[in-house]
């Protein structure tokens, strides 16, 4: 019923930005929190950042200070500038959002985007 589809993944050199876009679509009344993640080889999946419907926002300890989360609430969409990007920080960058149906809750997830950083 919701298709989160996502953008701006790509290959940077150390010390790059990048800015990620996901915008959710379908049977959505609202939606509450949405989110990164990222997946790196060999690891398990980690939260990057996330922000509330009403813009407060927390973030991974390793990324504060060089990514910023923001959101569109009229275009349900989430972004993710990344700055001063790091070798170790090559990943695929998944996005989430918690949607409401007219009577129901429930978390999609992007099909991920690959994020690269070249030394």
């Known amino acids: 019923q919701v298709q989160l589809v996502e953008s701006g993944g790509g290959l940077v050199q150390t010390g790059g930005s990048l800015r990620l876009s996901c915008t959710a679509s379908?049977?959505?009344?609202?939606?509450?929190?949405m989110g990164w993640y990222r997946q790196a080889p060999g690891k398990q999946r980690e939260l990057v950042a996330v922000?509330?419907?009403?813009?407060?926002?927390n973030y991974a300890d390793s990324v504060k200070g060089r990514f910023t989360i923001s959101r569109d609430n009229a275009k349900n969409t989430v972004y993710l500038q990344m700055n001063s990007l790091k070798t170790e920080e090559t990943a695929i960058y998944y996005c989430?959002?918690?949607?409401?149906?007219?009577?129901?809750?429930?978390?999609?997830w992007g099909q991920g985007t690959q994020v690269t950083v070249s030394s």
């Open positions: 379908g049977s959505i009344l609202s939606i509450d929190a």
């Open positions: 989430n959002a918690d949607v409401r149906s007219y009577y129901n809750l429930r978390t999609y």
């Open positions: 922000i509330s419907s009403g813009g407060n926002t």
